[in-house]
DNA sequence: CGTCAATTGTTTGACAGCAGACGATCGCCA
DNA sequence: TGGCGATCGTCTGCTGTCAAACAATTGACG
């Protein structure tokens, strides 16, 4: 026992924690989901932002990046980056709305199509292996809970 | 109804992708409530890493920097700031450990103990209002899917 | 018609978090 | 004893996110 001397007694302290402070147990476990799904949507050269925006227009059609923000719960500033990425590698373009010369109506193309059926395709997986430690009877449990506690979140101020 | 024209149809559409992405759900929930409790805590001039750093040391004892940072998920670096700031409002002692010199005994001491039961009052409270939408029985289910979720994540390497 | 608050997209500055590198120290082994 | 890899605490630089300010535009109201 060279390393590791009994003084470092593995104090298995976090699991009493998280126990006991489900929001520290939300913030951890989300930082380990974040960077994976991270990881795993940039394999398609798509970040995570890139990917639900893509989603979102092919789901509903022409957005404006203000609509997507909300949405997807995205800031705005962080929107533009997306956006103009987007534009850059051509998977969205963007247009002045007509009705309202402020907005831009983003609207997704073939070529965004296509990535989006892409990095769709990596998602289960994905999915799969991160909570493998659940099954999918309790994987449904924690997306119902977890809808029931964001459709009651604080940016529903209106 | 100046405002708001009908053009916002308000989408809607984050319902649908929090169930099909229970990852993204996660992350979104969890900034949130991570938004939320730092602000319940700062109101006890503590900061959420600050609460918890002394709450670990109130229940196993004197501890290094480094069980500090393991057990709670917080870096190192970010550890040594949190470090210095308890040590400065006087709540923790910080002691080269006699049988490793490299590394600290952090300590808390009595106005430590006396801080961290102050900030622990508001705690119910917070998780009260914060987990609103969950009743009892369900926030027990999100708190034991999240301990199996964290029981096996990414950190536990060894 | 002119004014004014509100909204959209954008830029800027501040700040937290993390990876990587560093000195000091430890344990091990020749 | 001396050398070597590993660990602890620290510091630095980078990245991503958010708040606040800004110009352009809209709609309402006098």
New interface residues.
């Given amino acids: 026992m060279p390393t590791r001397?009994g003084?470092?007694a593995r104090?298995?302290?976090?699991?009493?924690?998280?126990?006991e402070?489900?929001?520290?147990?939300?913030?951890?476990?989300?930082?380990?989901?974040?960077?994976?799904?991270e990881a795993a949507a940039e394999q398609h050269g798509l970040g995570?932002g890139h990917h639900?925006v893509l989603?979102?227009l092919a789901?509903?059609g022409p957005?404006s990046q203000q609509?997507l923000s909300e949405?997807?719960?995205i800031d705005r500033s962080v929107m533009v980056g997306i956006a103009d990425e987007l534009e850059k590698a051509g998977y969205v373009r963007r247009e002045r709305d007509a009705?309202?010369r402020r907005a831009y109506a983003v609207t997704i193309t073939t070529p965004g199509r296509r990535a989006l059926t892409r990095a769709e395709k990596g998602?289960p997986a994905?999915?799969d292996q991160?909570?493998?430690?659940?099954d999918p009877a309790?994987?449904d449990?924690?997306?119902a809970?977890?809808?029931?506690?964001?459709?009651?979140?604080?940016?529903a101020t209106d």
Same sequence: chains 1, 2.
């Fill in positions: 001397t003084a470092r104090t298995t302290y976090f699991p009493r924690l998280a126990a402070r489900p929001d520290i147990a939300l913030c951890r476990a989300s930082t380990a989901v974040a960077r994976a799904a995570v639900l989603k979102m789901a509903v957005c609509v949405e997807l719960r009705q309202d998602v994905f999915l991160t909570f493998a430690a659940l309790e994987r449990q924690l997306t809970l977890l809808g029931k506690l964001l459709a009651t979140d604080s940016t």
